[in-house]
């Protein structure tokens, strides 16, 4: 398996601008993560997915972030307008069962910088 | 504060060299609790994975342990190769749910 895939690896935009980030999970895990990555904050969980269903999105930091998962092979995470103070290191991650001794696996990332 | 400190923040050291890496943790109830490694510019891959049972679990050069009674963790590093150099981050998970509650990491340099 190939492992996630994350897309774009890098990408810079302008301040306002709308970013589209994309994750395609390991095939046959049932779970998926969204992450952003900082120096200041460190790894941050924004939204998880299960059975392409959202479950949890309270770390989601407001209403310009967006993500779905129209089927169990692809993810979006949206960010509209966007902002100088998000650019981070976004990871998706996938597992195939719940709980706490089921490994997720994470993507590459995709870095973000918003001039 | 965070609920996962980890310590230190970064580190060097010389080729074949041992480090120990601390994580000490204030969440409760206990579940579990991983070490990542994050080589620069790729995501975290699970090194060892132990419970409130297990007081250590090695994978190869590296032997975590853990301290359920003063909620600490360590991570050591036998022989340290330049391949170890990377972010190692402590991550303590809830008995119940995926969530992950993340250290903020030990950034290693092991220099030849």
């Known amino acids: 398996d190939a492992g996630v895939i994350q897309s774009p690896r890098h990408e810079v935009t302008e301040m306002g601008q709308e970013v589209t980030l994309r994750c395609k999970p390991i095939s046959g895990h049932d779970y998926l993560f969204w992450y952003r990555q900082t120096m200041m904050r460190g790894l941050e969980l924004l939204i998880y997915f299960n059975n392409n269903v959202p479950i949890d999105d309270s770390g989601m930091p407001e209403d310009r972030f967006s993500a779905k998962m129209p089927n169990a092979s692809f993810s979006t995470l949206k960010i509209q307008p966007s902002e100088p103070r998000d650019s981070a290191v976004y990871f998706c991650?996938?597992?195939?069962?719940?709980?706490?001794?089921?490994?997720?696996?994470f993507g590459p990332g995709t870095r973000l910088t918003v001039l | 504060k965070n609920q996962v400190e980890q310590s230190p923040q970064s580190l060097i050291i010389l080729e074949g060299k041992n480090c120990t890496l601390q994580?000490?943790?204030?969440?409760?109830?206990?579940?579990?609790l991983r070490w990542y490694k994050q080589d620069t510019g790729r995501g975290p891959v699970s090194l060892t994975i132990?419970?409130?049972?297990?007081n250590t679990k090695s994978n190869g050069r590296y032997t975590a342990t853990l301290d359920a009674d003063t909620k600490q963790s360590s991570l050591h590093i036998t022989a340290s190769q330049l391949s170890d150099s990377a972010s190692y981050i402590c991550?303590?998970?809830?008995?119940?749910?995926?969530?992950?509650?993340f250290g903020g990491g030990t950034r290693v340099l092991v220099k030849p």
């Open positions: 991550v303590y998970i809830k008995a119940a749910g995926n969530k992950l509650t």
């Open positions: 994580c000490n943790y204030t969440v409760s109830p206990f579940s579990n």
């Open positions: 132990m419970t409130f049972s297990e």
């Open positions: 991650a996938s597992s195939k069962l719940a709980g706490a001794r089921n490994e997720q696996f």
